[in-house]
């Protein structure tokens, strides 16, 4: 399997269990850095590398009013601020090429959404900055299915590359996660990130929004840990209930320090 580097940050072979965390999207800067801060405080006390994540834009919501985000000026400028005040690596989602050049400037790892891993003009441009992509595997797509993508980024030039699984549709508005899929995309070579929350989102669940079972996200997180995933990835608010996007699915910043605990004790027995 091939090791790839964010900043100091190792990620496969051989490397730490890696977090990467922070909520579903920009809800305001101050809720942002202060998520953030007690994050890296929780991980740099644990000794668990931490990346950054959250969305400046909320692009594929399944109802017009639905909250997006700030938009990427604002939410880069966010994600920059995260970047220099803690000195940690930050992940955001991009959703067409023409977010790609300003994105790249900020994001240490660029993400591919679920709903786009197939565009291939994105996830080419996308790997063309020679920034390392965080392919998100679609619900619709079998883990065999991730191959032909990953040649897409390579054709760019680019080996720096991650793989999350999030789940797969099991019928109408649910997913399953079969672990079986994080030994089949791992054996492609490259580093495998279990998402945690979004694999218990029931999609279009609320009729016009998407529902969750955060109460699984725990015992799917150790479960994925024990096949041997080299990271995960976890929305985490302050105050789920009231989120503005995806709370039914996101953890607890309170529950955070406990499962961390735990799937870090289960990755230095395997």
Not at 23 to 29: A, D
Not at 135 to 145: A, I, M, T, Y
Not at 205 to 231: I, K, Y
Not at 242 to 247: E, F, R, S, T
Request: aromatic letters at 6%; proline letters at 4%; hydrophobic letters at 40%.
């Amino acid at each position: 399997m091939t090791q790839i580097k964010v900043g100091k940050i190792k990620i496969g072979k051989n490397a730490p269990l890696v977090l990467i965390a922070g909520p579903c999207v920009i809800e305001s800067e101050a809720m942002t850095l202060s998520t953030a801060k007690k994050i890296y405080d929780i991980t740099r006390r644990l000794k668990v590398p931490f990346i950054f994540k959250s969305s400046f834009d909320k692009a594929n919501r399944l109802s017009g009013d639905s909250f997006r985000g700030p938009g990427i000026k604002k939410g880069l400028d966010v994600l920059y601020k995260v970047k220099k005040e803690l000195g940690v690596p930050v992940l955001s989602d991009i959703h067409c090429q023409k977010e790609i050049k300003d994105a790249a400037c900020v994001l240490d790892i660029i993400q591919i959404p679920a709903f786009l891993c197939r565009q291939t003009d994105i996830v080419v441009s996308a790997a063309k900055t020679g920034k390392v992509i965080n392919l998100k595997k679609g619900q619709f797509l079998s883990p065999c299915d991730i191959l032909p993508i990953i040649r897409k980024i390579e054709s760019a030039g680019n080996r720096k590359i991650m793989i999350t699984e999030r789940g797969v549709c099991f019928g109408y508005n649910n997913l399953v996660s079969d672990l079986r899929s994080l030994k089949i995309i791992e054996d492609f070579g490259y580093p495998v990130i279990y998402d945690a929350t979004h694999s218990v989102q029931l999609p279009g669940g609320r009729g016009s929004s998407s529902g969750g079972q955060r109460e699984f996200v725990s015992g799917l997180a150790r479960a994925a840990t024990a096949f041997g995933c080299q990271g995960l990835f976890l929305e985490v608010h302050p105050n789920p209930d009231k989120a503005l996007c995806d709370g039914q699915n996101m953890i607890n910043l309170k529950s955070l320090e406990k499962l961390l605990k735990q799937v870090k004790k289960i990755s230095q027995a395997i």
